[in-house]
Nanobody
Framework: HVQLVESGGRSVPAGGSLRLSCVAS????????LAWFRQVTGKEREGVAA???????SYEDSVEGRFTISKDDAKNTMYLQMDNLKPEDTAMYYC????????????????????????WGQGTQVTVS
């Protein structure tokens, strides 16, 4: 079965950097659209960054230029490099995946919406102070 496991979250000072990883198993990574979401307790989950099967990336406006999403299909691993972190980036970060064939339009057109993704990890906490 499909399993996603995030790692890399921890507490960092404002202005610092972190790299989150998401290791996937149970499917062929290269045929999937992948994304990072984050959620603060009491607030809705929001899409942060996404990458489709062709490597085309999309970002939420507040992280554009600070976060970089990437993937290594050979390792079935996705990454989120986060630089110049701000306190408002504090959240639980989740990785998500969905077969590319199920998307009705390119991801950069649809937007990073959580109801597009069916497979989720358990999350890793990022705290910026």
């Amino acid at each position: 079965h499909v399993q996603l496991v995030e790692s890399g979250g921890r507490s960092v000072p404002a202005g610092g950097s972190l790299r989150l990883s998401c290791v996937a198993s149970g499917y062929t990574h290269m045929n999937y659209c992948l994304a990072w979401f984050r959620q603060v307790t009491g607030k809705e989950r929001e899409g942060v960054a996404a990458i489709d099967s062709n490597g085309i990336t999309s970002y939420e406006d507040s992280v554009e230029g600070r976060f970089t999403i990437s993937k290594d299909d050979a390792k079935n691993t996705m990454y989120l490099q986060m630089d110049n972190l701000k306190p408002e980036d504090t959240a639980m970060y989740y990785c998500a995946a969905e077969p590319s064939a199920r998307f009705p339009a390119p991801l950069e057109v649809l937007g990073i919406m959580d109801d597009l993704f069916g497979f989720w990890g358990q999350g890793t906490q990022v705290t910026v102070s």
